[in-house]
């Protein structure tokens, strides 16, 4: 199903499942998706929902019995972008800019939280529309804050523009983001100019040894399984070895299973599951966009 990163379309993709007869959905990428199916729609029924990508705390904090993730939490990684922030950019002017949506506020506004406790003053706060190809307004305000750091809470799609067109403007201020800009279009769309550009994702999901051959099962179809294919394909993993665990189908019986604390092995390293349906082991780590060979892609930093 599509839910086109909108929440009604989300809703009648959702809908569409329960009157084909899905029991599991390895879904939906945005937060502001995930969160209305899986209450609306999921959890009265009888469907079990495990996103890949969905990191807004909200999404397992209402105590449904239906959610969980193979990623981590927004709150965490906007600790460790303050802590990064905090660190290496004293005394530094740092604005903070999202795209309203449920995802992109819920990230910058968990950093700026996060920095605000650590002493950090934004210079700046700013929202813009998802969809926004013209971003000069909000240039000339970063330009006005002095802002040494521009830290965005959003997609690539916007967020190469922004780079694009603040470079264009003569700024020169560090960018740095969340997961929502792993791909690498995100280069493709700002240029050149997103080189420095700091962002928080996952160790590498790519380097886990247990992903080594199912990588090559990927290639050899010419398909370069980046950012969240391996959270996707590990989502499976988990349904099937809970299942198989309990020799039961039962949605709600492969839920108190995931629930039990016990570790499922899969290509992105073992994972467990609290009570919540949140993985149990800390998920972040600080991540720089630089040249390698002819492209300019992410590398994580050591």
């Known amino acids: 199903g599509d839910d086109a990163s909108k929440p009604e379309q989300g809703v009648s993709a959702a809908n569409k499942f329960v009157g084909d007869g899905v029991k599991y959905v390895v879904g939906h990428f945005n937060s502001g998706v995930s969160i209305p199916t899986s209450a609306e729609v999921y959890s009265e029924n009888n469907i079990l929902q495990i996103t890949p990508a969905s990191t807004n705390p909200r999404f397992t904090e209402r105590g449904l019995w239906n959610v969980f993730r193979t990623c981590g939490r927004d709150d965490q990684q906007g600790a460790v972008a303050a802590d990064y922030i905090v660190k290496n950019m004293k005394g530094k002017k740092v604005a903070v800019v999202h795209d309203k949506t449920t995802y992109g506020q819920g990230l910058a506004d968990e950093t700026k939280k996060a920095m605000n406790a650590k002493g950090v003053k934004e210079a700046l706060y700013e929202g813009v529309n998802t969809g926004e190809k013209d971003f000069s307004a909000l240039v000339s305000k970063i330009k006005a804050s002095g802002a040494e750091l521009v830290y965005w809470g959003g997609l690539h799609t916007e967020g190469g523009l922004i780079v694009r067109q603040s470079r264009d403007q003569g700024i020169k201020a560090v960018f740095m983001s969340g997961d929502g800009i792993t791909s690498d279009e995100f280069a493709t769309i700002g240029g050149p100019g997103v080189e420095g550009t700091l962002m928080t994702f996952p160790p590498e999901p790519r380097n886990h040894p247990e992903a080594?051959?199912?990588?090559?099962?990927?290639?050899?179809?010419?398909?370069?399984?980046?950012?969240?294919?391996?959270?996707?394909?590990?989502?499976?993993?988990?349904?099937?070895?809970?299942?198989?665990?309990?020799?039961?189908?039962?949605?709600?019986?492969?839920?108190?299973?995931?629930?039990?604390?016990?570790?499922?092995?899969?290509?992105?390293g073992d994972i467990s599951y609290d009570k919540k349906g949140d993985i149990t082991r800390p998920d972040y780590t600080m991540y720089v966009w630089k040249k390698v060979g002819d492209k300019i892609t992410y590398v994580e930093m050591q």
Do not use: W
Request: hydrophobic share 40%; aromatic share 10%; no cysteine.
């Open 212 to 268: 080594k051959e199912v990588i090559k099962k990927f290639e050899a179809k010419n398909f370069n399984p980046e950012a969240y294919t391996l959270y996707s394909y590990a989502a499976l993993q988990i349904l099937a070895q809970a299942a198989n665990n309990i020799k039961s189908n039962d949605p709600k019986k492969i839920a108190e299973e995931m629930h039990s604390g016990k570790a499922f092995k899969t290509v992105i």
